[in-house]
C-alpha cells in the first residue's frame, strides 16, 4: 500500500526558507520519478518539482532559482529546499510518485498525504 507521509511546513517571513521531507512507502522509490504538488487556497493543486530516478530536476518557472529538490533513495525520500519564499508560495505541499507523459508531470496514484503547510507571511 502507498504512503505518502509530508512534514516540514511552518509560518515564515517573506525571503525566508523551509525544507521540506516526504517519506514513500509502498514501492520501490529508487526507480520511480517523484516530485512536489502544492495547493493554495481556492486553486488548483499544481505541480512544482520533478526529480528522476537518475537524479534529472525539472522546476516550474514560479519556482526555478529558488527551489532546489533532492532525494535519498536509502532513506525513500525526497526533499524540497525552499528559499527565497515569496507570499504567493503559501500553500499546502504535497509529494508523490510521477510519471511523465507529453510533456508534462502526473501523479502516478491516484492518492495523497496530508500535505504540510507552508505560509508566508510578515
Known amino acids: 500500500q502507498v504512503q505518502l507521509v509530508e512534514s516540514g511546513g511552518d509560518l515564515v517571513q517573506p525571503g525566508g526558507s523551509l525544507r521540506l521531507s516526504c517519506t514513500f512507502s509502498?514501492?520501490?522509490?529508487?526507480?520511480?520519478?517523484v516530485g512536489w504538488y502544492r495547493q493554495a487556497p481556492g486553486k488548483q493543486r499544481e505541480w512544482v518539482a520533478a526529480?528522476?530516478?537518475?537524479?534529472?530536476?525539472d522546476y516550474v518557472e514560479s519556482v526555478k532559482g529558488r527551489f532546489t529538490i533532492s532525494r535519498d533513495n536509502a532513506k525513500n525520500s525526497a526533499y524540497l529546499q525552499m528559499n527565497s519564499l515569496k507570499p504567493e508560495d503559501t500553500a499546502v505541499y504535497y509529494c508523490?510518485?510521477?510519471?511523465?507523459?507529453?510533456?508534462?508531470?502526473?501523479?502516478?496514484?491516484?492518492?495523497w498525504g496530508q500535505g504540510t503547510q507552508v505560509t508566508v507571511s510578515s
Open positions: 509502498g514501492s520501490i522509490f529508487s526507480i520511480y520519478n
Open positions: 526529480i528522476s530516478s537518475g537524479g534529472s530536476t
Open positions: 508523490n510518485f510521477l510519471r511523465l507523459q507529453g510533456g508534462t508531470y502526473y501523479p502516478l496514484y491516484g492518492l
